[in-house]
């Protein structure tokens, strides 16, 4: 059967593309080898955050003895918890199913391959064929020289995900995003967590300002996790009582597990793209034009197998935005308004471009900051640390980045993505009445503060810089 458009991936991308794309009353085939809902739903972000909620239960309690509630030392019950978490995945990939169904996608339970112009080859030797095909078959985690994830002391995120154990010592190689969020969950299920970066700074692939990182790395020393940057793994050894990690320069860390966390690549190598002439470039990203069009006609391609950031919304966005083109709508999309969440202790979110970014691209602008310490909703919560950072163009006042780190950051972020994305300015936030008392309120006074005009602090820290 010839269907209007066969998309090749069910993660956030895929599926999302394919749901509009039903309801734009397109024929659509989705195809998927594994489970719907690509690594986010089943080995990425839901897992993670629904392990995140679980263990931040354990911090918690902590914190409920300052408010003089004390709990007896809680019991952990590894396996419930795992029983918990995949309950939670498959709820949200049943409900992905049922969602497509009803909105006419058939989905097709098998590996595709392209085979020429709108043809798809599946693995039980059927063809599907279609006027469109779009490529959101997502990323897989790097190895890198020294380290396999065949071997059994090596977990991979998924590995760390499916909570087997919780080793003594675990070492973590990566102070990415996903090294950082696993090291916070197993620090607190009671692991003695090491991470290993080999660049001078932590989450660096992030624009983040200075002191947001800095902010990060106290709280991490704070709750036990040791941080090592500038530090090279090269390898390991087995010995009698767990593995040693062999750093550059030869000094050695002694654990029991190891995890590698070292950064994603697009899964295009697999897919065909020679017999169409889909091109990538030399880091495997499909190179693609501002209609997500790849350099095969009729071929598209999403999510992480294209460049930009590694985001489960920035691939549904994309999908979305070109299931909608095809219904004759322009694609608009913008990587710099793309908020990030990082589920680390605390919670990091950002929206739009850090201090540093807005200079480097030769802009003045205003910077107002907030600390959740002034916030009354953030205190009674036994939740004082961190800030909310805003920058503006110093000329229209406009709000060209936000970057939060404290307490339910991730949820806080999408106010400001709201201001990036439509060129609010700090005016427009400030005249925006906040109930009180609430934790959006520290954007708000951060704003103010970019003017020198917060409440609950005194302004020293509104600077005019060039
Ligand atoms: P990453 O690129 O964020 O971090 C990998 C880190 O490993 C880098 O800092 C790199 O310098 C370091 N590294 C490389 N080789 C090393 C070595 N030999 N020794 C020590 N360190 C070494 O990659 P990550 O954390 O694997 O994440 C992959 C992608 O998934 C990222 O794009 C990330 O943004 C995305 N992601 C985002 C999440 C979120 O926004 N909450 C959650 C999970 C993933």
């Known amino acids: 059967m010839g269907y209007d458009v066969a998309i090749i991936g069910g993660g956030p991308g895929g599926y999302a593309c394919a749901i509009r794309c039903g309801q734009i009353g397109l024929a659509t085939a989705l195809i998927e080898e594994e489970r719907l809902g690509g690594v986010c739903l089943n080995w990425g972000c839901i897992p993670t955050k629904s392990l995140y909620a679980a263990t931040k239960l354990l911090a918690g309690a902590e914190r409920a003895a300052q408010m003089g509630i004390s709990f007896s030392k809680p019991e952990i019950d590894l396996k419930q918890i795992a029983e918990w978490k995949d309950g939670v995945v498959s709820q949200l990939t049943d409900g992905v199913g049922t969602v497509l169904e009803k909105n006419g996608v058939e989905v097709v339970h098998e590996r595709g391959k392209l085979a020429g112009s709108g043809r798809i080859d599946l693995s039980s030797g059927r063809t599907i064929e279609a006027d469109r095909v779009v490529l959101a078959a997502g990323s897989r985690p790097i190895e890198i020289p020294g380290f396999s994830f065949g071997d059994e002391a090596v977990w991979s995120s998924t590995d760390a995900l499916a909570l087997r154990e919780i080793p003594d010592r675990l070492a973590v190689i990566g102070g990415g995003v996903i090294g950082l969020e696993l090291a916070t969950i197993y620090r607190r299920l009671g692991s003695a967590v090491s991470v290993i970066e080999l660049l001078p700074e932590i989450l660096s692939i992030v624009d983040l300002d200075r002191r947001t990182v800095a902010t990060l790395k106290r709280s991490l020393k704070a709750i036990g996790v040791e941080v090592r940057t500038g530090t090279k793994a090269e390898g390991f050894e087995t010995v009698d009582d767990g593995v040693d990690v062999l750093l550059e320069g030869g000094s050695r860390l002694a654990v029991d597990r190891i995890l590698l966390a070292v950064g994603r690549r697009p899964k295009s190598e697999d897919l065909g793209l020679e017999t169409v002439g889909v091109e990538t470039d030399d880091r495997g990203f499909i190179r693609i034009d501002d209609r997500l069009e790849t350099t095969a006609e009729g071929i598209f391609a999403i999510g992480d197998l294209v460049p930009g950031p590694m985001l489960a919304h920035k691939a549904s966005t994309e999908g979305i935005a070109l299931a909608d083109s095809f219904d004759g709508a322009a694609i608009d999309l913008d990587h710099d308004g793309i908020p990030q969440a990082i589920f680390t202790d605390p919670e990091i979110a950002s929206a739009g471009v850090s201090e540093h970014r807005a200079k480097e691209d030769g802009r003045s602008v205003l910077v107002g900051r907030f600390p959740y310490a002034a916030l009354g909703k953030a205190l009674g919560m036994s939740e004082p640390d ?81």
Do not use: M, Y
Request: net charge negative.
């Open 386 to 466: 961190g800030f909310f950072q805003v920058v503006a163009g110093e000329d229209d006042h406009r709000i060209l980045g936000v970057q939060i780190i404290g307490a339910e950051a991730s949820d806080l972020i999408s106010e400001a993505a709201v201001a990036v994305r439509h060129g609010l300015s700090l005016e427009d936030v400030i005249e925006t009445v906040h109930p009180h008392p609430t934790l959006p309120e520290g954007l708000k006074e951060a704003c103010e503060n970019a003017l020198g005009r917060a409440i609950h602090v005194v302004n020293r820290s509104a600077r005019k810089e060039a």
